[in-house]
């Protein structure tokens, strides 16, 4: 029986979203792949007399909840860079971080009321269950900026300098270095990934299993909070570090960086190894020893069809 002779079976049928703007379906589109449909879910909203905005993606598996907020803004032309900056970096990144924040404040208190639609008549179909061993990860997708960064470097790969420096005060634009980013929230709390245009699509693709997603943040954050400076010309150059840490075997290669040496008091990432990955050998080979479980991905997605179709007992 293929899926035009499918009939229904039961009333089990999830109605998603596919995104609203263009960046959204695309994001909708990666999600779908990455996570696999029944565990990702786009365009949620709390659920209450005022319903509103949840977030633009949320993964729920075991113990870990992603959710993502996705911003396109255009980058201002005023003539002074700094100002065009931070008008951008709050209307980007700054919203998208306070959405995180209140979507996952929302979760942790009202994880049974969240809807799949904007009138609230559509409950989100899964259990949320949230307990001392949940993970959160919050994620900003911060689109618009990348010809700016390019032309204002004059190279690159128009990815944003990742730190972990204190927040940026967007009331002191004399402080505010354009295009690097460091922590959103002072101390880091909630501890917020930025991907750019240049970077989210390739974390997405790269890290194509939940596991695998998950690991990456989780090693990502973890050197961000081990205590020493970190430097990345973008987040492209961690994604590089962390696959070649995968293909010799080391999962754990971020983190691992501030245990390699002794008294390591900065992490300086250098650009380049995201370019030259491809062409590596050992690339090519792990990237080969992926291919069946490729299989495995495309047998529990026509499956998860039949289960949210209401087409399976």
Request: glycine share 6%; net charge negative; proline share 4%.
């Amino acid at each position: 029986m293929n899926y035009e002779q499918a009939e229904h079976t039961n009333n089990f049928v999830i109605t998603k979203s596919n995104g609203i703007t263009a960046s959204e379906q695309k994001l909708c589109r990666l999600g779908n792949q990455t996570f696999l449909s029944l565990w990702s879910y786009p365009n949620l909203f709390q659920k209450h007399k005022l319903v509103k905005e949840l977030c633009d993606l949320l993964v729920v598996f075991e113990n870990h909840i992603i959710i993502f907020s996705d911003k396109d803004c255009a980058f201002g032309n005023s003539g002074d860079i700094k100002t065009d900056w931070i008008r951008w970096y709050k209307k980007a990144i700054l919203n998208s971080a306070n959405q995180l924040r209140g979507a996952m404040s929302w979760i942790k208190k009202c994880p049974d009321r969240i809807c799949m639609d904007e009138k609230g008549e559509v409950d989100f179909p899964l259990t949320i269950e949230v307990t001392k061993n949940t993970k959160f990860h919050l994620i900003a997708i911060a689109h618009g900026a990348s010809d700016a960064c390019k032309a204002f470097w004059g190279n690159g790969d128009g990815g944003l300098i990742i730190t972990n420096d204190p927040p940026i005060d967007i009331k002191n634009r004399e402080n505010c270095n354009p295009f690097q980013i460091g922590y959103i929230f002072p101390d880091g709390e909630p501890f917020i990934h930025v991907f750019d245009d240049s970077s989210y699509s390739n974390v997405l693709q790269e890290m194509d299993t939940i596991q695998d997603f998950v690991d990456y943040l989780s090693d990502k954050e973890k050197l961000f909070r081990s205590g020493v400076s970190v430097i990345a010309p973008s987040e492209n150059e961690l994604l590089a570090h962390h696959v070649f840490g995968l293909i010799e075997g080391r999962k754990t290669e971020l983190f691992d960086l501030t245990t390699q040496y002794n008294d390591v008091s900065t992490v300086t990432f250098e650009e380049g190894l995201w370019e030259d990955l491809p062409l590596l050998p050992q690339y090519t080979a792990w990237k080969k020893q992926l291919e069946p479980s490729y299989f495995w991905d495309s047998l529990l997605q026509k499956t998860f069809y039949f289960i949210e179709n209401g087409l399976s007992i």
